[in-house]
Structures are given as structure tokens and as C-alpha cells.
């Protein structure tokens, strides 16, 4: 099977991590509304965001995908409170200082479907931050790389200066945890992703 996928995702961690395993990639729009349920959970928020995004992606091609469709959502909580992405840098000073010195938790929920079947998974992380000064904090903001991240920090950038330790899937904390979706995608019938690499090379 030809190694092609819809990717319904804005992120470039997404692109890249999927390109990286040799997947094609095509693009696809997938855009809703992402306000929280009042008292929804993060772990149902996560999956509600991921297989919602498939089921717009799906209307927007408009026909039964030719190849896989995938969706994902990262979500950020704290004692079980969603912290979404920033609306502004005034906001994110606010999430990073809520963040300070905790360990909380980042969801990524996956969502793959194909020939009428749609699968899902979620996978959750904790992240421990040091103690940020306030200095850091604004200089975090400067650099721009708070604004388009749930939580307000990307642990591939700057962000992960604030890291003292993580306990789960570093690639899923970018937005895309590489081995539970590698599993989403064999149940889709595509090829072990390396099996069919190294036979492409020999």
C-alpha cells in the first residue's frame, strides 16, 4: 500500500514527525470550534477535538478518502483545568506562571480513519517544570514561540529550558506520540512503517 496520508493538522511537529517516518503527506483543512464543554475533562475534551477535526477534514474532501485521514489535538491541563492556546501575551505570562513550578499533564488524542472505520487513541504525559522567574517568563513571550501551543510552551524550543523531567512519549508531547499512531496506522492496513522502509532500500 502506498504510504500516503491526509494529514488534517496546522503543525509543523506534525509534518515533520510524520515526514521523518517517509510518509507522504497532503494536506487538508479541518477548521472548528475548539471551546471546552462546561466541566468536560481533558482526556474526553483531547479525543472530542481529534475525531471532530477528522469528521470536518472529511466533509471538506467532500468524497471517502482515497488514503488515511489523520487528525490529532494536544491538550495542556492542570489539576485537571484545560489550558488551551494563548490569546494573547498577557495570557500566556498568565499560563506559563500557572505552570511554574507543577507538573501537569499533556494529551495528545489521535484519530485515524479509513475504508468506514475510524480509530482513536489517547496518550497522556506529565511534564515538571522548574520555578520561572518573571523574567523568564517575558523573555519566553518575546520570542514568540508561546503564542500557537497549548500551555503556552513547545518542549522542542526554548520551552525546554522550564523542563525538569517528563514522564511519557517526548514525540507526543510535541503533538504526536510516533509509536501509538505507527499502531493506528497498521490497524488502516499501511505498512510497519520501517519494515517497509528498509525493504524499499535492500
Not at 500500500?1 to 510524520?18: E, F, H, N, V
Not at 492542570?78 to 499560563?95: M, Q, T, V, Y
Not at 510535541?174 to 512503517?193: F, R, S, W
Request: aromatic content about 6%.
Amino acid at each position: 500500500m502506498d504510504k500516503t496520508l491526509y494529514l488534517a493538522s496546522g503543525s509543523p511537529r506534525r509534518w515533520q514527525l510524520l515526514q521523518e517516518l517517509g510518509l507522504n503527506l497532503i494536506k487538508v483543512e479541518a477548521e472548528i470550534d475548539e471551546t471546552p464543554l462546561p466541566d468536560e475533562s481533558a482526556e474526553v475534551y483531547a479525543v472530542r477535538m481529534a475525531q471532530q477535526k477528522n469528521q470536518r477534514a472529511r466533509q471538506v474532501l467532500a468524497r471517502e478518502p482515497e488514503f488515511p485521514l489523520l487528525t490529532a489535538d494536544t491538550t495542556v491541563a492542570l489539576k485537571h483545568h484545560i489550558l488551551g492556546k494563548p490569546e494573547s501575551a498577557a495570557h500566556a505570562a498568565e499560563i506559563l506562571r500557572l505552570l511554574s513550578g507543577t507538573t501537569h499533564q499533556v494529551l495528545t488524542a489521535v484519530c485515524v480513519y479509513f475504508r468506514g472505520e475510524s480509530h482513536s487513541v489517547l496518550q497522556t504525559n506529565d511534564v515538571t517544570f522548574a520555578d520561572l522567574s518573571e523574567a523568564e517568563i517575558q523573555a519566553y513571550i518575546a520570542s514568540g514561540e508561546p503564542m500557537d501551543k497549548a500551555g503556552a510552551f513547545a518542549i522542542q524550543g526554548f520551552g525546554s529550558l522550564f523542563i525538569r523531567h517528563i514522564s511519557g512519549s517526548f514525540s507526543g508531547i510535541m503533538g504526536l506520540p510516533v509509536y501509538e499512531t505507527a499502531q493506528l496506522l497498521l490497524k488502516c492496513g499501511l505498512p510497519h512503517l520501517l519494515l517497509a522502509q528498509v525493504g524499499k532500500a535492500s
